[in-house]
C-alpha cells in the first residue's frame, strides 16, 4: 500500500512512520510519499526517518517530493497535515486578535477562522488531485481548524475524507488509567465538534463509571482536566469537556494570560522550529534524537496559558506526550487504516458527517462522535443527543464555520466578517471587521483569498 503525508516535513511525520515501522499486520504500507513545498524540511526529515528505520529491514520506502500530484498519484491512504501561510501566518493569526484583545489561538476563535480562510481553498484542491490520481484513497485530516477543512473537503470526496483528532481518545484513556480500567474496554459516550466537545458516559461492562470519578476529588483534580477547568466546574457540567472548551469557559481569564505572558505559542514554536531546521541541516547523525529532544519542549508547553505556565515556563507535561508507548494522531490514524483495510473492526472518535447522529444539525455537517470503521467504511454510532446548552454552542459555532468556508470558496469579505461576527469569543461586527481587516493587511494568503 502507499500512504502519501501532505506536510510530509512536519513534525507529526516522525509518529507516524514510527508506528508503521512497528506494524506487523498484512497488507501493510510499503511506500511512504513525502510531500512538502519546503526542500529543507522535506531533506531534514528524510534524515530523520531513516535513522528511525535502521534495524528495521522492512522498512517503508520514502519518496520525498514537491510536487502534489506525484506525491498523491496512486496512493491508498493520505494523511494530510498543511501548514498554509506557515508558522508566521500562525503568529499574525494570534496577534492580530490579541490585539483586539479577544483570543488569539489556533484552531479556536478568530485566530481559527483566519487559518481556515487560507487553507480551505488549499485542501480543496488538494482533495480535487485525490479524487483524480487516487479515487479510492481514504483521507485521514489532520490539518487544522480540523472540523472545518474536513467538512470542506468532503465537499468533494464525501465520506472518504475524515478528520483525526487525538484529544477525545486520550481522555478516555486517561479516564480508564485513573479508574484501574483496561482502556481497550472501556466505551465513550462524546459528543460534540473537533476541539468542543463533552465526555458525558464511560462505559465498562455495561456500567457507567464516570459518576465515579466525578465524586472522587483526588482521581479528577489529578486529570489534565481537573487542573484546567476546576473539578467544581467539570461536576457541575456532569460532564468532561474537550481541554478546548477552556478558551469558551475561561474566556477573558485565557485572553488576559496570553497578553501578560507577552508570548504566543506561535512565537515559541517558530523560534524553536527555526532553531531545529537550522541544526537538523547539520546535525548528521543524531537527528533523530533532536526532534525528540524538540518535541519533548513542545510538548511541555502546550496549552500553557490553561495550566498556570507561559510558553517559556511551563508548569505540566501532557501526560500523552509523556508516555512514548502512545502514538496520539499516529495510532488514531493507523488504527482506521487497519480497520478499513484489513476488517479489524474498531470504534474510535472521529470528525465524519452527521448523517441525522445529531438532530438540529445539518446531515452533511461534521461532527466529533464515537465512530464504527471497518472495510465498508466509516460509520457514526446513534448517540443521545446534546442538551440544551451543549447542542446551542454547537450550532451556533457550526454556522460559523460553513459561513467561513463559504467565504474562503467564493472570496466574500462580507461572508468572512459575519463569521467573524457571530463567533460567540467575538461577539461584535465592530471587531469582526477590524479583524478581516487585520487579517487582510498581515497575511497575505488571507488577502489573495478575500478579493471581495
Given at each position: 500500500?502507499k500512504?502519501?503525508i501532505?506536510?510530509?516535513?512536519?513534525f507529526?511525520?516522525?509518529?507516524?512512520?514510527?508506528?508503521?515501522?512497528r506494524?506487523t499486520?498484512?497488507?501493510r504500507v510499503e511506500?511512504?510519499?513525502?510531500?512538502?513545498v519546503?526542500?529543507?524540511?522535506?531533506?531534514?526529515?528524510?534524515?530523520?526517518?531513516?535513522?528511525?528505520a535502521?534495524?528495521?529491514?522492512?522498512?517503508?520506502?520514502?519518496?520525498?517530493?514537491?510536487?502534489?500530484?506525484?506525491?498523491?498519484d496512486?496512493?491508498?491512504?493520505?494523511?494530510?497535515?498543511?501548514?498554509?501561510?506557515?508558522?508566521e501566518?500562525?503568529?499574525?493569526?494570534?496577534?492580530?486578535?490579541?490585539?483586539?484583545?479577544?483570543?488569539?489561538?489556533?484552531?479556536?476563535?478568530p485566530?481559527?477562522?483566519?487559518?481556515?480562510?487560507r487553507t480551505?481553498?488549499v485542501?480543496?484542491?488538494?482533495?480535487?488531485?485525490?479524487?483524480?490520481l487516487a479515487?479510492?484513497?481514504?483521507?485521514?485530516?489532520?490539518t487544522?481548524?480540523?472540523?472545518?477543512?474536513?467538512?470542506?473537503?468532503?465537499?468533494?470526496?464525501?465520506?472518504?475524507?475524515?478528520?483525526?483528532?487525538?484529544?477525545?481518545s486520550?481522555?478516555g484513556?486517561?479516564v480508564?488509567?485513573?479508574?484501574?480500567?483496561?482502556?481497550?474496554?472501556?466505551?465513550?459516550?462524546?459528543?460534540?465538534?473537533?476541539?468542543?466537545?463533552?465526555?458525558?458516559?464511560v462505559?465498562?461492562?455495561?456500567?457507567?463509571?464516570?459518576?465515579?470519578l466525578?465524586?472522587?476529588?483526588?482521581?479528577?483534580?489529578?486529570?489534565e482536566?481537573?487542573?484546567?477547568f476546576?473539578?467544581?466546574?467539570?461536576?457541575?457540567l456532569?460532564?468532561?469537556p474537550?481541554?478546548?472548551?477552556?478558551?469558551?469557559?475561561?474566556?477573558?481569564?485565557?485572553?488576559?494570560?496570553?497578553i501578560?505572558?507577552g508570548?504566543?505559542?506561535?512565537?515559541?514554536?517558530?523560534?524553536?522550529?527555526?532553531?531545529f531546521?537550522?541544526?537538523?541541516?547539520?546535525?548528521?547523525?543524531g537527528?533523530?534524537?533532536?526532534?525528540r529532544s524538540?518535541?519533548?519542549?513542545?510538548?511541555?508547553?502546550?496549552?500553557?496559558?490553561?495550566?498556570?505556565g507561559?510558553q517559556?515556563?511551563p508548569?505540566?507535561?501532557?501526560?500523552?506526550?509523556?508516555?512514548?508507548?502512545?502514538q496520539?494522531?499516529?495510532?488514531?490514524?493507523l488504527?482506521?487504516?487497519?480497520?478499513?483495510?484489513?476488517?479489524?473492526?474498531?470504534?474510535?472518535i472521529?470528525?465524519?458527517?452527521?448523517?441525522g447522529?445529531?438532530h438540529g444539525?445539518?446531515?452533511d455537517?461534521?461532527?466529533?462522535?464515537?465512530?464504527?470503521v471497518?472495510?465498508?467504511?466509516?460509520?457514526?454510532?446513534t448517540?443521545?443527543?446534546?442538551?440544551?446548552?451543549?447542542?446551542?454552542?454547537?450550532s451556533?459555532v457550526?454556522?460559523?464555520e460553513?459561513?467561513?468556508?463559504?467565504?474562503?470558496?467564493?472570496?466574500?469579505?462580507?461572508?468572512?466578517?459575519s463569521?467573524?461576527?457571530?463567533h460567540?469569543?467575538?461577539?461584535?461586527?465592530?471587531v469582526?471587521?477590524?479583524?478581516?481587516?487585520?487579517?487582510?493587511?498581515?497575511?497575505?494568503?488571507?488577502?489573495?483569498?478575500?478579493?471581495?
Amino acid at each position: 500500500m502507499k500512504l502519501c503525508i501532505l506536510g510530509g516535513g512536519g513534525f507529526r511525520t516522525p509518529y507516524v512512520y514510527q508506528a508503521l515501522l512497528r506494524d506487523t499486520g498484512t497488507p501493510r504500507v510499503e511506500e511512504v510519499a513525502l510531500y512538502d513545498v519546503d526542500e529543507d524540511r522535506l531533506s531534514a526529515m528524510v534524515a530523520i526517518l531513516t535513522e528511525l528505520a535502521a534495524g528495521f529491514p522492512d522498512a517503508p520506502r520514502l519518496s520525498p517530493t514537491t510536487d502534489l500530484r506525484r506525491a498523491v498519484d496512486g496512493s491508498d491512504y493520505v494523511f494530510a497535515a498543511l501548514r498554509v501561510g506557515g508558522l508566521e501566518g500562525r503568529r499574525c493569526d494570534e496577534h492580530v486578535a490579541l490585539d483586539l484583545d479577544v483570543l488569539g489561538q489556533e484552531t479556536t476563535g478568530p485566530g481559527g477562522l483566519a487559518y481556515a480562510l487560507r487553507t480551505v481553498p488549499v485542501m480543496v484542491e488538494a482533495a480535487k488531485a485525490i479524487k483524480e490520481l487516487a479515487p479510492d484513497a481514504y483521507v485521514m485530516n489532520f490539518t487544522n481548524p480540523a472540523g472545518i477543512i474536513t467538512e470542506a473537503m468532503q465537499s468533494v470526496l464525501g465520506d472518504r475524507v475524515l478528520g483525526i483528532c487525538d484529544t477525545p481518545s486520550g481522555l478516555g484513556r486517561r479516564v480508564a488509567g485513573l479508574l484501574g480500567l483496561d482502556h481497550t474496554r472501556v466505551e465513550m459516550d462524546y459528543v460534540g465538534l473537533n476541539h468542543l466537545g463533552w465526555m458525558r458516559r464511560v462505559l465498562y461492562n455495561g456500567r457507567d463509571v464516570l459518576p465515579d470519578l466525578l465524586a472522587d476529588d483526588t482521581l479528577l483534580a489529578a486529570m489534565e482536566e481537573g487542573h484546567v477547568f476546576g473539578t467544581e466546574w467539570i461536576r457541575t457540567l456532569g460532564a468532561v469537556p474537550n481541554e478546548y472548551l477552556y478558551y469558551y469557559y475561561f474566556n477573558r481569564d485565557a485572553v488576559r494570560t496570553i497578553i501578560d505572558s507577552g508570548r504566543t505559542r506561535g512565537d515559541f514554536l517558530a523560534e524553536s522550529q527555526r532553531d531545529f531546521y537550522t541544526r537538523a541541516a547539520a546535525a548528521g547523525d543524531g537527528v533523530a534524537e533532536l526532534w525528540r529532544s524538540t518535541v519533548e519542549r513542545r510538548s511541555a508547553s502546550y496549552m500553557a496559558e490553561a495550566k498556570g505556565g507561559t510558553q517559556d515556563a511551563p508548569t505540566h507535561v501532557r501526560e500523552r506526550e509523556a508516555d512514548p508507548a502512545h502514538q496520539g494522531y499516529a495510532g488514531v490514524a493507523l488504527g482506521v487504516m487497519a480497520a478499513i483495510s484489513r476488517n479489524e473492526r474498531q470504534t474510535m472518535i472521529l470528525n465524519v458527517r452527521n448523517n441525522g447522529t445529531i438532530h438540529g444539525l445539518p446531515d452533511d455537517a461534521v461532527v466529533e462522535v464515537p465512530t464504527l470503521v471497518d472495510a465498508n467504511g466509516v460509520h457514526p454510532l446513534t448517540t443521545d443527543q446534546p442538551n440544551l446548552h451543549q447542542l446551542g454552542l454547537m450550532s451556533q459555532v457550526k454556522d460559523v464555520e460553513r459561513r467561513t468556508i463559504a467565504a474562503a470558496l467564493t472570496g466574500s469579505k462580507s461572508e468572512a466578517v459575519s463569521a467573524f461576527a457571530l463567533h460567540p469569543l467575538v461577539d461584535s461586527v465592530t471587531v469582526a471587521r477590524q479583524l478581516v481587516s487585520g487579517y487582510i493587511d498581515r497575511i497575505p494568503e488571507v488577502a489573495a483569498v478575500l478579493t471581495r
